[in-house]
C-alpha cells in the first residue's frame, strides 16, 4: 500500500461529543461484524481500511472515523457527524470525537444520488474484488480513492441503477474497494453479504 487509507480532502473537523443517532447501534453491530469477518481491518504497515454510515437528515451522515480499522471494537466515539460535503471543492465539515473517515465523499456521493439509501459499508477483500471488478457497476480505474473523481463516479454509477434504494459498486481505483448501500445498515450488510459472503 502506498498513502491509501489517507485522508486526501480539507476535513473541517471540531472536536466535540460522540454523536447520537437512532441506528447508532445497529451501524456498531454491522461495522464490528465486518471486522470480525477481515472486511474492516488494518494492513501489516499499520493502514487502516474499511467504513460504515447511516444518513443523518438529508445532507449528511453520522460515519467510522479515519484511522479506526485497527480496533477490533468501535463504540460511539469512533464516529462522527458530517454535517456537508462538498465534492467539488474537495471540503468536509465533521463533528465528533474524531476525523470522519477517509472514504467520507464516497459514502456522501451515494447518499446524494439515491435519495432512498440510508447506509453506506466500504470494505476490502481482495477475491471478491477481483472476481466482481467489471461484473457489477464499477468504477474508472483511473478515480482514485477519496478524490472527488471517486466520488463523481460513484454518484453516477448509483444514479444509472434501476434500483437505487440499495446495490454495490467495484472502486476499480481503489485496490481491493467495494462500497454496498441499503435503505438502512441491516440492507447494505446483507447487499454486501450477499456478494461478498462466496470468498469470505
Known sequence: MTDEGYIKFQCDWTESAPPSHPLLST???????LYGLGLIGVYRDG?????????????????????????????????TRVISA?????????????????????????????PDAGAVIHVHHPAAWNALLGKIPTTDVAAAYGTPEMAREIGRLVRAEEHRSGGIVAMAG?????????????????????????FI
Open 27 to 33: 451501524l456498531m453491530a454491522w461495522r464490528d461484524r
Open 47 to 79: 493502514i487502516g481500511y474499511g467504513n460504515i454510515s447511516v444518513r443523518d437528515g438529508g445532507r449528511g451522515c453520522v460515519i467510522s472515523g479515519s484511522g479506526t480499522g485497527l480496533l477490533a471494537k468501535l463504540d460511539e466515539r469512533g464516529y
Open 86 to 114: 462538498d465534492i467539488v471543492g474537495n471540503r468536509v465539515v465533521c463533528v465528533g470525537p474524531v476525523r470522519a473517515s477517509s472514504e467520507t465523499m464516497s459514502h456522501m456521493a451515494v447518499y446524494g444520488s439515491a
Open 174 to 198: 481503489h485496490r481491493d474497494g467495494l462500497i454496498a448501500y441499503g435503505r438502512d445498515p441491516d440492507a447494505a450488510g446483507e447487499i454486501l453479504l450477499a456478494h461478498v459472503g462466496p
